[in-house]
């Protein structure tokens, strides 16, 4: 089958693999009919992560039951399933609490909890921006979708990550109805960020970023875009928030963060939070830090080490959540949303390609050439 390969950095090539096949009684194929380039697949494209060479890339899938192993009881062949970017087991210590972020059983490294299609050191599990996936513990990872799965492809296939980790960031950032929320990142997670802070009618939503396309985008849902190119981002929200800082912020970039100029700062945005968020605010963190960066400007940051300004969010006596967004958590609610009309997270979709132009979508998506918000493959239909 065809499938989008790593192949080094900058370099990804759509290419033959072995078809997967059914190995374990509870494992489903899933012909993929939605897969989306994410920003966290920049981070392995641009060779920011030990991402062996050969590894299929893609964890935000979605498509139609093609094949269930003995054991499958729930779901059936034609079903449509949105698949978590999350591989959880279901039985685990972590799992029964719900954190399917942290399955202790589907990550064969015993040093991590944890575990992706697709992903840097989440696990041997191939991605989904290939013709077909292979989902261990079917019954378990599929969310069945509604009969308008085919017409609202786009939306549905938000919820196997952005969506719910959008969600997630608001929650770990505790917002509650009447909240100042300041987001900093506009890709699609930092949107899907405020979009759910705005369906949790946070009283205002700021979005700091300065890429043009990105910041209209959160203007559009009714968010207060904040451009960071233009002055100093923590200035700004002060102005707005009349000098007391938001009530709850949400890390949406990550450790390749940088300045207007492009020059990264792992910890630029986590200290512009810290001053951007009131005293005994809180903030949560879904943008992704890791512990290894082969690439990092500095010897500090090649460990994951970066300056912290811990004094600063402990005198502001603030509390923050971090970590990957349990997906399973939140999904099936967020689909409920979208079935009823209540939500459309598709608004970031800026483009649909084939499979076969996928590498071209990862150069256009990674340059952030203006209108590239956010990227949809479509192996079938
Ligand atoms: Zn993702
Ligand atoms: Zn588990």
């Known amino acids: 089958m065809k499938a989008l390969v790593y192949n080094g950095p900058r370099n990804v090539s ?38 062996e060479a050969g590894r299929v890339l893609g964890h935000e899938n979605m498509g139609r039951v093609a094949e269930i192993g003995p054991a499958v009881e729930k779901r059936k062949v034609g079903d449509m399933v949105c698949v978590p970017f999350n591989v959880a087991c279901g039985h685990c210590r972590n ?10 059983v589907a990550n064969p490294d015993p040093q991590v909890a944890g575990s992706a299609y697709g992903f840097a050191d989440m696990g041997p599990w191939s991605g989904g921006q ?12 599929c969310l069945p979708l509604p009969e308008d799965a085919t ?49 949790k009618s946070a009283g205002e939503v700021m979005v700091v970023d300065r890429h043009p396309d990105r910041l209209a985008l959160a203007e559009k849902i009714g968010a207060t875009p904040i451009n960071d190119s233009k002055g100093s981002p923590v200035d700004q929200v002060m102005e707005i928030t009349g000098g007391r800082g938001a009530d709850c912020g949400c890390e949406c970039v990550g450790y390749q963060a940088h300045d207007p100029q492009g020059h990264e700062h792992p ?5 512009d939070l810290v001053r ?28 994951g080490e970066i ?47 084939p ?8 150069r256009h998506f990674d340059a952030r050439d203006s209108g590239w918000t956010k990227v949809i493959l479509s192996p079938a239909a």
């Not at 509650?176 to 987001?183: H, K, L």
């Not at 968020?277 to 090649?302: L, Q």
């Not at 689909?335 to 009309?341: A, E, M």
């Open 14 to 51: 759509v290419s033959d693999v072995p078809e997967p096949r059914i190995t374990k009684p509870a494992d489903a194929i899933i012909q993929i009919t939605r897969t989306n380039i994410c920003g966290a697949d920049l981070h392995m494209y641009e060779g920011r992560t030990d991402l």
């Open 95 to 104: 799992c029964e609490r719900g954190r399917t972020n942290y399955c202790l």
């Open 130 to 141: 290939a013709e077909l996936l292979l989902v261990p513990w079917a019954d378990f990872n």
């Open 151 to 199: 017409e609202k492809q786009n939306d549905y296939v938000m919820i196997a990550d952005s969506f719910p980790t959008g969600y997630h960031a608001t929650e770990m950032a505790n917002v509650t109805p009447g909240d100042s929320v300041v987001i900093y990142g506009s890709g699609s997670v930092g949107l899907m960020t405020a979009y759910s802070a705005i369906l």
């Open 267 to 271: 910890n630029a945005t986590l200290n």
């Open 276 to 303: 951007s968020v009131r005293f005994n605010g809180t903030i949560g963190v879904v943008g992704e830090f890791v512990p290894f960066d082969p690439g990092a400007p500095d010897e500090m940051a090649r460990h």
């Open 307 to 353: 300056a912290f300004d811990f004094g600063q969010f402990w005198f502001r006596g603030q509390a923050m959540g971090t970590g990957q967004c349990p997906v399973k958590a939140y999904n099936r609610y967020l689909r409920d949303l979208i079935h009823r009309g209540k939500a459309s997270p598709s608004f970031v979709v800026s483009h649909q390609l």
């Open 355 to 362: 499979l076969a132009h996928a590498p071209e979508g990862y």
